[in-house]
């Protein structure tokens, strides 16, 4: 196992165009977490999963937000009209339970042009 | 309002020097904090962590000094290493749940030969 791996590494997309992420983390870990950056900030929570339970979901996902994990593996991220400001990157992390040092992967930058 | 924040956005050390990087907390609820380092181009890796029962934890080169008190907590890198150069964020996490971490801005942390 190689560690938490996301695809695309990189999107461009045009405003309004719906973008879907996936992230596989580390096979043996039950949870998987998202975040988004953007540029000077640090990592902000989206949402987490325990195997397929969605357990917590922040704020900043708004509703045009969906992530899922079907059958607690691979997740994905799908944002639906994509606008300017949902350019950043986006990162996974996995972990076990009663872990705090998540693994993070190497995130997927969007750009929405 | 930032819950964690880290003053300082970049350090500049000498190599073999010590490096210290500093963050402070505003919500007396966080009972975990951890240290993430970043390089360019990946995503962040876990370094560190504390407890809030703790005032040390100690790994190697690294230490974190935890003050409630003072709601501040700090990373001592001795010796500091050129690759040691990156980005550090400090998190901190509350009621055990371990699904949100809170980052800091962080801190570009430059070690010169």
């Known amino acids: 196992d190689t560690g938490v791996s996301q695809n695309p590494r990189h999107k461009i997309t045009k405003r309004g165009q719906n973008v879907t992420f996936r992230c596989d983390p580390i096979s043996e870990h039950n949870r998987l977490y998202w975040y988004r950056q953007t540029l000077g900030q640090g990592p902000e929570f989206l949402t987490y999963?325990?195997?397929?339970?969605?357990?917590?979901k922040s704020r900043l996902l708004s509703d045009r937000f969906s992530a899922e994990r079907p059958k607690g593996s691979f997740s994905t991220l799908e944002i639906q009209r994509t606008e300017q400001g949902d350019s950043a990157m986006y990162l996974c992390a996995s972990s076990l339970t009663g872990t705090y040092g998540y693994t993070f992967g190497s995130g997927t930058r969007l750009t929405v042009v | 309002d930032q819950q964690v924040k880290q003053n300082s956005p970049s350090l500049s050390v000498q190599e073999g020097r010590i490096s210290i990087l500093n963050c402070d907390y505003t919500?007396?609820?966080?009972?975990?904090f951890l240290w993430y380092k970043k390089y360019p181009a990946e995503g962040p890796t876990f370094l560190i962590s504390?407890?809030?029962?703790?005032d040390k934890n100690e790994d190697g080169r690294f230490t974190v000094f935890l003050n409630k008190s003072a709601k501040h907590l700090s990373l001592h890198i001795v010796p500091s290493q050129p690759g040691d150069s990156a980005v550090y964020f400090c998190?901190?996490?509350?009621?055990?749940?371990?699904?949100?971490?809170?980052f800091g801005k962080g801190t570009k942390l430059s070690v010169k030969p």
């Open positions: 919500n007396s609820m966080f009972d975990y």
């Open positions: 504390i407890s809030s029962i703790k």
């Open positions: 998190a901190a996490s509350m009621g055990g749940s371990q699904g949100n971490l809170i």
């Open positions: 999963f325990q195997n397929e339970a969605q357990l917590e």
